[in-house]
């Protein structure tokens, strides 16, 4: 064990290259049992599931006496943790929820902003005045800003006050915490727009509006079809895929704007909302695009591929046909989920009893070459379950009590319809219970890292001052009761005269955050600071690796060392062996 003491302000310590500080970290081991890329946290309103974990395991969402109310969606619901596990925001339904389950509020701390309030724009678009927009075809997608880690694009579907009439629009949104309540910036981002010299206000516009009224068909102005989205990780941005009637937009998301690019034009008549689209990025750079298709006798998936730059690989169409007169009910929506294996060889749907009473509710279709279909279950109580993909490389649809689960996706799949146990998860109607009942899951976007890589915008303390002696160990501290990560925006000092003990944990300060070790007057004790099994890094900001200021040690040029029980020197103990590249930066150099 090392002792310094310090006679000026001394000691800078970071990495040269990796901009970070490791103390007396005795060993460090990264444990990886996840093998897909994925959104490790699935709403189930009021509950959310953590897939981090070996076995998923379930949490309560917040709730607030004027905000969340602890109900379960009957739209859509979504959710936006950071890399740590924190909650960023989430949405049941209309309203966007900050982590500790109150009302996200406009700007200017007054307005309430939510996926209700967007206002017509434009009268070629036949909207009311007021639009309600409940997300109530299942469609909320939160897509993570690839520049701003405070940013996060919400795309949303819903209904303007009949259930036929469905509608889409986009919206951003920012947030950061201090002390763990949002900062005064974070809200719903107003969207303005002139028309007739009349200004409207909100928190959403008209994805239409974006795509431009020119590129939609003619009879499709009235928006009575079904809006799907699907959403597809690039890399540098992301492409947006929207499906209304026959025509399939594709968008990008870049530089925290959403622009359109192009249309292809697909063989599908109108279908109830409900139904989603499903994407894909294929390893030679197309997309494998999904979607429900029907005609007069039958019913089923239409895939197809589509180039980079948004055109129909000649080919690659195929219908996935299955006779109407084969389901055993006459409803007009048969299909519920709908999912792509990773590689885009295979994709999963429920379905209501096909073949009879006893008939099959889950199959999977091999689609490269002659499509194969192959059934998985006749369990009735999926076949209105909505299918995702999880982070432990299995995929999982919700019954009442449980997620069924389906292994071995790439291979010879297999299910097990009590996979999960979760809490009661009942069937939601959608609008007006006029829509099919189905179990909802959360839209996300499939094999993306983006989900590991938000980064907290979550500090526990700005500044915090130890002001008597104390060991923290592990989650034991007042900091972040329970966390054994702690973030710092500014600065964490020992007072002169207190011993302070860090063990087991990790310290993430801020770019320019500092830690000081205060010296005492002559003749009184200095701070002492003992670091055990403890790491001390940077925070990155949007993934930036900043440099952090490091430790400052002070002392008393003009008094003796004296011994480590007795000194006004501040004191740090730790090893100095276990030190790995670290940079000392002395101002006096006597004090080494």
């Known amino acids: 064990m090392f002792f310094f003491f310090f006679t000026k302000l001394a000691l800078y310590l970071n990495y040269i290259f990796m901009k970070t500080v490791a103390l007396l970290l005795l060993s460090f081991v990264l444990s990886n049992t996840i093998c897909q890329a994925q959104n490790p946290y699935w709403m189930i309103a009021p509950k959310y599931l953590n897939f981090n974990s070996s076995f998923p395991n379930e949490n309560t969402l917040p709730t607030s006496v004027n905000g969340y109310n602890g109900s379960s969606a009957i739209y859509s619901q979504n959710i936006q943790m950071d890399a740590d596990g924190n909650i960023l925001f989430f949405i049941v339904d209309d309203f966007v929820y900050d982590r500790n389950g109150n009302i996200i509020e406009g700007p200017d701390g007054t307005t309430l902003y939510n996926l209700s309030a967007f206002q017509r724009v434009s009268s070629v678009y036949n909207f009311n005045t007021e639009v309600n927009m409940p997300g109530s075809s299942s469609e909320t997608l939160i897509i993570p800003d690839k520049n701003d880690c405070n940013l996060f694009h919400i795309i949303s579907s819903g209904h303007d006050g009949f259930p036929n009439n469905t509608y889409v629009s986009y919206g951003k949104i920012k947030i950061s915490y201090v002390n763990n309540q949002p900062t005064p910036s974070s809200c719903l981002i107003p969207f303005t ?3 007739n010299g009349i200004s409207y206000t909100a928190s959403m516009q008209s994805l239409e509006m974006i795509i431009g009224s020119s590129n939609f068909e003619a009879y499709n102005m009235d928006h009575q079809r079904s809006p799907s989205l699907a959403v597809v990780d690039n890399g540098a941005n992301y492409t947006v895929f929207y499906k209304n009637l026959s025509r399939i937009y594709c968008l990008t998301i870049d530089n925290g704007q959403i622009t359109f690019n192009n249309y292809i034009s697909i063989p599908t008549l109108q279908m109830p909302d409900r139904y989603e689209l499903e994407a894909v990025k294929l390893s030679n750079g197309n997309y494998r695009i999904a979607t429900f298709n029907r005609d007069i006798s039958s019913t089923g998936i239409y895939v197809l591929d589509v180039s980079p730059s948004f055109s129909i690989v000649s080919g690659s169409q195929k219908d996935l046909n299955y ?26 749907t429920s379905h209501l009893p096909y073949g009879g009473v006893s008939g099959s509710t889950l199959d999977y279709w091999d689609i490269n070459g002659t499509p194969t279909k192959t059934v998985l279950s006749t369990n009735t109580e999926i076949a209105t379950s909505q299918i995702e993909l999880a982070k432990d490389g299995n995929m999982y649809l919700p019954r009442q009590n449980y997620l069924a689960k389906i292994s071995s996706i790439n291979t010879t799949p297999t299910i097990n319809l009590n996979g999960v146990a979760i809490s009661s998860y009942n069937l939601t109607s959608g609008y007006l219970n006029q829509q099919p009942p189905m179990r909802i899951l959360q839209d996300q976007i499939d094999g993306s890292t983006v989900y590991d890589n938000v980064e907290p915008s979550v500090y526990h303390i700005v500044s915090y001052t130890i002001t008597s002696n104390t060991t923290w160990d592990g989650g034991s501290n007042p900091i972040a009761p329970g966390q054994s990560v702690i973030h710092v925006e500014k600065e964490l000092r020992i007072q002169a005269g207190v011993s302070a003990t860090l063990k087991n944990l990790t310290f993430k300060f801020a770019p320019g955050a500092k830690l000081i070790v205060e010296n005492g007057a002559i003749g009184s004790q200095g701070g002492k600071l003992v670091i055990d099994n403890t790491t001390l890094t940077n925070y990155p900001i949007c993934g930036k690796e900043d440099m952090w200021l490091g430790v400052e040690v002070w002392g008393n040029s003009t008094a003796a060392q004296g011994s480590v029980l007795n000194s006004s020197q501040g004191v740090l103990s ?19």
């Open 193 to 195: 727009h002139s028309e």
């Open 323 to 348: 006779s109407l007169s084969g389901f055993t009910n006459s409803t007009t929506q048969h299909f519920y989920g709908l999912e792509f294996s990773p590689d885009g060889s295979r994709i999963f």
């Open 574 to 592: 730790t090893d100095f062996q276990k030190w790995k590249s670290v940079f000392f930066n002395s101002f006096s150099q006597s004090c080494l």
